[in-house]
């Protein structure tokens, strides 16, 4: 499993692509165990909370369940045809993620906080 050198996604979508594929083609199968956190993102080198937040993407798109004090299991597969489908819409609402935040930035009185 590798990531993409070349694109411009946050780490953790990166990790979460890079999973999700592995997923699709095999590489990963329903049942499957990941490595704990810190190894995962030892292997794929980015720190242990991009790797936790790939990880928590994934658990919410239903790809990957966790078992307390077990560990991150393989729970459903990607179909190869939707694979790319839902990696358009996924960099779509991540660049409308970094809009919105950015106009926020943008919104905030200068030198205070928000309520």
Do not use: C, W
């Amino acid at each position: 499993m590798k990531l993409d050198d070349s694109s411009a996604s946050p780490p953790y979508i990166q990790v979460a692509d890079a999973l999700r594929k592995a997923i699709s083609t095999g590489e990963l199968n329903v049942g499957d165990k990941l490595p704990s956190g810190p190894k995962l993102a030892k292997q794929l080198g980015v720190s242990t909370m991009t790797a936790r937040r790939a990880i928590e993407r994934l658990q919410r798109d239903g790809l990957l369940r966790s078992t307390h004090g077990v560990g991150v299991f393989v729970s459903a597969t990607v179909p190869a045809d939707k694979d790319d489908e839902l990696a358009v819409l996924r960099r779509t609402v991540d660049e409308l993620e970094r809009r919105v935040a950015a106009v926020e930035q943008l919104l905030q009185p200068e030198g205070g906080t928000r309520s």
